[in-house]
Every structure is written in structure tokens, then in C-alpha cells.
């Protein structure tokens, strides 16, 4: 039973957006805490951005991403999005959505010329 899903991904060129969606199985309680971890071709794993235990308190970013990606969720739809601007050919990695210890499948995401 897949608990995670995400989708979004794909080739953008340098500069460009991209919006990334994670849907949340319904046996979850809410989206809060759901997360994104991404990993490059010969890299470890790496975290990028994680909605906050409650909605009075602030999504956390990496100091890689920040002021270009956010983070931000939809309870009623139980979908987690990550909206990616002004992306880098650093930035080509797989994303994986996470919460309480699970993972989705991930989604491919290529910035290149």
C-alpha cells in the first residue's frame, strides 16, 4: 500500500520553477512534519525543506534552498507541495517526500540547458 506519492518532477532550464506534490495516505493523521529530502547521482541523501509540527510555527529550510523553495500544505487535501524557483543545475537530484518514517517513491527533477 503506497503511503506516499509524489509527482511534479521534471527538465527545467536554469532559472526556471518547478512544483513538486506529495499526496499523503489517508491513514495519516495530517500533513504537518512531512518533509523533503533530495539526492544527487553519487551523493548521500540530503535534507531540503519540512513543514512544522503545528500551523503558529515556520517551515525549515536548508541554507541551500532558501529564499528559492517553499514548503506549504493542504490538510483538507492532504497534499504537501514544494515550490521550486529560480532552480540550479545543483539542484538536479530525486526528491523524496517523508513523514514519520516513511518514504514515497520519489520524482525525478533535471535543471539543465
Known amino acids: 500500500q503506497v503511503q506516499l506519492v509524489e509527482s511534479g518532477g521534471g527538465l527545467v532550464q536554469p532559472g526556471g520553477s518547478l512544483r513538486l506534490s506529495c499526496v499523503v495516505h489517508?491513514?495519516?493523521?495530517?500533513?504537518?512534519?512531512t518533509g523533503w529530502h533530495r539526492q544527487a547521482p553519487g551523493k548521500q541523501r540530503e535534507f531540503v525543506a519540512a513543514?512544522?509540527?503545528?500551523?503558529?510555527?515556520?517551515?525549515i529550510y536548508a541554507d541551500s534552498v532558501k529564499g528559492r523553495f517553499t514548503i506549504t500544505g493542504d490538510n483538507a487535501k492532504k497534499t504537501v507541495y514544494l515550490q521550486m524557483n529560480s532552480l540550479k543545475p545543483e539542484d538536479t537530484a530525486v526528491y523524496y517526500c517523508?513523514?514519520?518514517?516513511?518514504w514515497g517513491q520519489g520524482t525525478q527533477v533535471t535543471v539543465s540547458s
Open positions: 517523508h513523514l514519520a518514517g516513511t
Open positions: 489517508r491513514s495519516f493523521s495530517g500533513v504537518y512534519e
Open positions: 513543514l512544522p509540527t503545528s500551523a503558529d510555527r515556520s517551515p
